[in-house]
């Protein structure tokens, strides 16, 4: 029985102390996965797509300019939710399966003057890793406020919060993490508590006010202040998951990833397949997109992949559907025995997939 289906059994009523301890150690838990110190680090009772919406309905206000780093499906996700807040929404634009350089969001940066930057780390839709080294301190120079996307990629892929000077960022529980769906980690750095404690209206949702949840996670040393019921399965599946992360090792954990990542590609490149993205630096170790064969069709790859192997392949999303297939190599999953496993899903999918001839 997974670790989640054993606190379903064993609960009681009479878990609030147990549970505020779950919430403590999920709260460090998260500090190392994050690599911050933040003391505003918690998880959000929502999917990845809640953890979006906190972050930008905490660190915007109405009339706000936020700069959107667009590169596929997951930025204009980010810019809908910013234009319901009321910011105005502005663009660094590239192509599909390409990241910006340094350069263009430093231009970008002096001609907007946003108070806020979204960037995704890692854009599932295409398989591209935006590099973020330097990101965070070009834009705190032109005053602004980073938020970084890591639902694909925290735990998979080197990410250091505090290093990199990102103010706000949140990740999936069920990508890399493995923990049940449904309970999304967030953190916000001390610049973006600055602006959430001056901020000169409240944030639209009740629900996602950091101010009011940081109480309720005991974030800043005061008594615990109830704010909603939180599941404990989740909590408790989620610090499971952290649990594991920190025994494996983060360091171990990015380098097992990787070699997944070289032996799928390696595999790929045998076949005659390519990936998306062209360029090795951008390509995520955790999910890989391929390029689809003329005249293949993607769903019959998928079903079969399903049917036969028990495997995932998922198509294009956005404006890559019909176009890629996407296949996660996440958590548990990347390990040399599911990369040959979904290599040989690929070949008979590949075989069968043939879109008739009109």
Not at 31 to 38: E, G, S
Request: aromatic content about 10%.
């Amino acid at each position: 029985m997974s670790s989640a289906g054993k606190c379903l059994v064993t609960f009681t009523p009479r878990y609030a102390s147990f549970l505020s301890q779950l919430m403590d150690d999920i709260k460090a838990g998260l500090q190392y996965a994050f690599q911050t110190r933040n003391r505003l680090t918690l998880a959000l009772s929502t999917s990845g797509h809640g953890g979006m919406e906190a972050c930008l309905g905490n660190l915007l206000e109405s009339g706000d300019t936020v700069l959107i780093a667009k590169c596929g499906f997951w930025g204009e996700r980010a810019a809908d939710m910013a234009d319901r807040i009321g910011a105005k929404v502005e663009f660094l634009e590239t192509e599909y399966g390409v990241a910006f350089e340094l350069d263009d969001l430093e231009e970008a940066l002096k001609k907007y003057r946003p108070a806020v930057m979204f960037v995704t780390h890692a854009e599932s839709s295409t398989g591209m890793k935006q590099p973020l080294e330097d990101v965070g301190a070009l834009v705190h120079k032109y005053d602004a406020l980073l938020i970084v996307d890591t639902v694909g990629s925290l735990g998979g892929e080197p990410f250091f919060m505090d290093a990199w000077q990102v103010d706000a960022v949140y990740t999936g529980s069920q990508k890399v993490l493995g923990a049940p769906p449904g309970i999304t980690p967030v953190s916000f750095s001390p610049r973006a508590e600055s602006k959430l404690f001056g901020r000169k209206t409240k944030p639209s949702a009740f629900y996602w006010d950091m101010r009011i949840l940081g109480d309720y996670w005991n974030c800043f040393g005061g008594e615990r202040v109830y704010h909603h019921t939180i599941s404990a399965t989740l909590v408790y599946g989620l610090r499971m998951a952290l649990t594991q992360l920190a025994e494996e090792g983060l360091y171990a954990s990015w380098t097992r990833h990787a070699a997944a990542a070289v032996r799928f590609k390696r595999g790929l490149r045998s076949r005659g397949l390519r990936c998306y993205v062209e360029n090795p630096r951008y390509q995520l170790s955790t999910l890989i997109s391929i390029k689809l064969p003329d005249g293949i069709d993607d769903k019959i790859v998928a079903a079969r992949a399903m049917k036969r192997y028990k495997v995932e392949i998922s198509g294009g999303l956005g404006p890559t559907v019909g176009k890629i297939l996407r296949v996660g190599l996440m958590g548990v999953n990347a390990r040399p025995r599911t990369v040959d496993l979904v290599l040989n899903a690929l070949d008979d999918g590949l075989k069968h997939a043939l879109k008739p001839k009109m």
